[in-house]
């Protein structure tokens, strides 16, 4: 006789909340990141064009998340010059050194990349 079926849900952990000097450092070096990889590499120019076409690379901190944004101008005809943002990646804080990465897929969703949890830290972290 089969047994009854139970659901058994799965528990997603929430980012972590950062003190003020965490936050700030966490912003310093996703800056840093931007102004010294991002735009060198994805943006050296601004292109503009018939469609829409990216201006800057930013990041913003929202809630226990810091998200990279590209900023799109419109060279539609009837919008032409309008400004708005679209996330492309994210840091979510799990933990004091624990990060799970996110990049936007084309369907609108987050897809997560890596997860800081303690089962995926490294070896060279002396914390383990």
């Known amino acids: 006789m089969a047994g009854k079926r139970q659901w058994i849900g799965t528990r997603i952990e929430k980012p972590a909340p950062a003190d003020n000097l965490e936050k700030q450092a966490i912003i310093a070096a996703c800056e840093a990141f931007i102004r010294d990889i991002l735009k060198p590499r994805f943006l050296p120019e601004i292109r503009p064009t018939e469609w ?19 900023r799109y101008r419109s060279g539609f005809e009837d919008n032409r010059g309008e400004e708005f943002d679209a996330p492309f990646a994210r840091i979510d804080r799990m ?3 624990r990060f799970d990465i996110y990049w936007m897929r084309h369907t609108g969703k987050w897809w997560r990349l890596h997860s800081g949890g303690d089962a995926c830290r490294g070896a060279a972290n002396p914390r383990n």
């Open 52 to 70: 829409n076409y990216v201006v800057d690379i930013r990041g913003s901190w929202a809630g226990n998340r810091y998200r990279f944004m590209q």
């Open 95 to 97: 933990g004091p050194d």
